[in-house]
């Protein structure tokens, strides 16, 4: 009698709840609850093991019903034809493991099939409505509780779709959505999570035609393809457009938080952060929002109370992002941010380990907690932060008594190639992001300094001399500051410049200034579309800028000794940038000649060629690979760019 109950039940129920289902939105507060059962394969199943798992579907089912055999056919092709999604998946029901085994086979699941003898379907009421689809998160977070089949298998897809949106996985959730659509041309969620998917590629005429088409609908199409369409004029740079679109879904549905978003970062963009902040908090309070929106809502209040200071405030709001997202790891991270900002590097590092949980891929969450564990280290060693402190002290004295280096004894012998990073603005739109700067700055140096051509001062002996002469970013703005702070680190160059934000990309403006002449020595103006676009392109700025300082700052300095009849002993070594393989000409000046009263000098003739085998702190060795007369002792060399196959 039960059993024809549900056989009764579940399909005349599935058209109640699949409207419902479609509707609900994540359930935020309620975490799944710990469970072990035993699979039809024999072996026990415990829910602790999917620990740090991103994404989880439970999936209850009964063998009887064909709305559940297509959802698992479906949930076994996506494992087959989506390989690149991080998710796992159980199947549980309450029939004999006979029957059980038979759906199995006669489905072809590919993933456990569990025997609920627990109770579990009944805690989560799917022992009634059938397929049940639990999604859960992060932390066993379950976001979403959808019931019943036929369209319920669309809504399951979609929402899936939403959460691969929020997971940064782009190009599944546009795929996703495109199978919905397929299937469904009018099924406006699918139309929506592909339209943003397209858009978050940079693909904005593909968007833009999306959301044209769903804003035609009626309902909720109107407001959503409007929406979307604001997000795309955004991107594009027409905020004009933007703005009158966002106005027009506000007028429509005051409820939604999204074209608030939008307006506030426009506004922050034009310098009127008053108004941003309005739009921001009214975005915070506005309850109606996609998946994949929800978090960056609390966010950008966060980051413009963080840029004002109020560090307490934004850490709330990152907190409340991450609650609502848990995906939403910029909002972990920025909360470690504001915990640098401040100082307090254990806590720091703390935000930025629970992002690497959220994300294990987030590039700069893993730099920046690398660096924090790097100042956690200084701290816990005493000697080496006592040398920092008292090496602070007496830059911080030379810099307020304006006192330089004197000058060496050897003006030909080259001097250790130091680098400093000061005083890079940000202007534009108020990125998701906070700390970017930090992040390029910092893994450019580790770059730089992992060629061993350069030196770029470290960041914590930078830091320190900052608080300790109590200038800030505006102070660094300032070209003759910076020169002077750059002449105290004994740098020869100054990276400084500007990151222009937009919607959709940045703008990175770069000057390198030479702290002697005080000259703009090389220029570099490149645009940044994502993540993994500024890695190309941090990549290409540490070539250019070691090529720059070989061509325009060649290592000089003598030979020491010949050794034998094949080598030469020079007095620069690692300290001074010279690397394996690193080539010199050995040039002979000629005789200068008076002329008139003027003195002229020719440019130096060419003696021979070295090459260098073995390099020491101080000196190195070097081949000798061609020489038109007998090299001595005092001989100059001058470093070769590239690899010198040119000269030879």
């Known amino acids: 009698m039960k059993k024809l109950i549900k056989t009764l039940i579940v399909p005349a129920m599935a058209l109640v709840f699949m409207q419902a289902a479609f509707l609900m939105q994540p359930a935020c507060a309620e975490k799944l609850s710990p469970f072990s059962l035993k699979g039809i394969d024999g072996k026990q199943y415990n829910v602790s093991s999917l620990k740090g798992c991103p994404l989880f579907i439970l999936y209850f089912f009964d063998p009887d019903s064909m709305p559940c055999q297509e959802g698992i056919i479906w949930l076994s092709n996506m494992k087959e034809k989506y390989k690149g999604m991080d998710v796992r998946i159980w199947a549980v029901t309450t ?6 085994r038979g759906f199995c086979r006669k489905t072809g699941a590919k993933f456990p099939v569990l025997l609920d003898n627990a109770g579990i379907s009944a805690l989560y009421k799917a022992d009634v409505i059938l397929p049940t689809v639990l999604i859960v998160g992060p932390s066993f977070q379950i ?49 929506v999570v592909t339209g943003y998917a397209e858009l978050k590629t940079g693909r904005t005429e593909k968007a833009k035609k999306i959301f044209s088409t769903v804003a035609q609908k009626p309902g909720k199409g109107e407001i959503l393809g409007t929406e979307g369409l604001a997000a795309v004029y955004a991107y594009k740079g027409d905020s004009q457009k933007a703005m009158e679109l966002s106005d027009k879904v506000i007028k429509k549905a005051p409820k939604r938080a999204y074209p608030h978003v939008i307006k506030g970062n426009i506004l922050y963009a034009k310098g009127k952060k008053k108004a941003a902040k309005h739009e921001f908090q009214a975005a915070v309070k506005s309850p109606k929002a996609e998946p994949f929106q929800q978090g960056v809502r609390f966010n950008q209040l966060g980051r413009l109370y963080a840029s004002v200071g109020k560090y307490e405030e934004a850490r709330k709001l990152y907190d409340q992002a991450v609650t609502i997202d ?106 998701e992001r906070d700390g970017l700067p930090l992040f390029f700055t910092s893994q450019l140096a580790d770059y730089l300094n992992s060629s061993g051509r350069v030196k770029v001062v470290e960041r914590v002996i930078l ?15 300032d070209r003759d500051t910076a020169l002077r702070l750059g002449k105290i680190l004994a740098a020869k160059l100054i990276g400084t410049g500007s990151f222009y934000y937009l919607p959709g990309s940045t703008l990175l403006s770069m000057r390198m200034i030479d702290t002697e002449t005080s000259r703009i020595s090389m220029v570099e103006n490149r645009s940044i579309q994502s993540m993994s676009g500024m890695d190309r392109e941090l990549l290409a700025l540490n070539r250019n800028i070691l090529k ?45 000649i008076v002329y008139k009263g003027r003195r002229l000098v020719g440019a130096p003739s060419v003696k021979g060629l070295i090459k260098v085998i073995k390099v020491e702190p101080g000196l190195s060795h070097a081949k000798i690979l061609k020489a038109e007369k007998p090299l001595a002792r005092d001989d100059k060399i001058e470093e070769i760019a590239g690899d010198g196959s040119s000269a030879i």
């Open 95 to 100: 029939a004999p493991a006979e029957k059980a």
């Open 143 to 191: 976001m979403d509780k959808l019931q019943g089949g036929g369209k319920g298998l669309e809504v399951m897809v979609v929402r899936i779709a939403e959460r691969e949106l929020q997971r940064k996985n782009f190009q599944v959730a546009e795929k996703l959505g495109r199978e919905v659509i397929k299937k469904n041309p009018s099924n406006v969620r699918a139309h």
């Open 326 to 431: 848990p995906y939403y790891v910029e909002g972990m991270a920025n909360k470690g941010v504001t915990y640098e900002k401040q100082g307090k590097w254990d806590k720091a590092l703390s935000s930025y380990q629970k992002a690497l949980k959220i994300d294990n891929r987030d590039a700069v969450s893993a730099l920046l907690a690398r660096k924090a564990e790097e100042m956690l280290e200084l701290q816990r060693d005493a000697q080496r932060s006592k040398r920092i402190d008292r090496l602070v002290k007496e830059l911080a004295q030379r810099y307020r008594e304006q006192k330089k280096l004197p000058p060496p004894e050897d003006q030909w012998t080259s001097r250790p190639m130091v680098l400093t990073f000061l005083g890079f603005r940000e202007q534009g739109t108020l990125p």
């Open 463 to 477: 830091d320190k001399l900052l608080q300790e002469l109590n200038l800030g970013s505006s102070d660094l703005a």
């Open 548 to 592: 720059e300082v070989t061509e325009k700052y060649p290592l000089r300095g003598y030979i020491v000794q010949a050794e034998g009849t094949d080598r030469v002993m020079i007095n620069i070594g690692s300290m001074q940038g010279v690397v394996l393989g690193t080539m010199f000409r050995v040039i002979e000046e000629g005789n200068p």
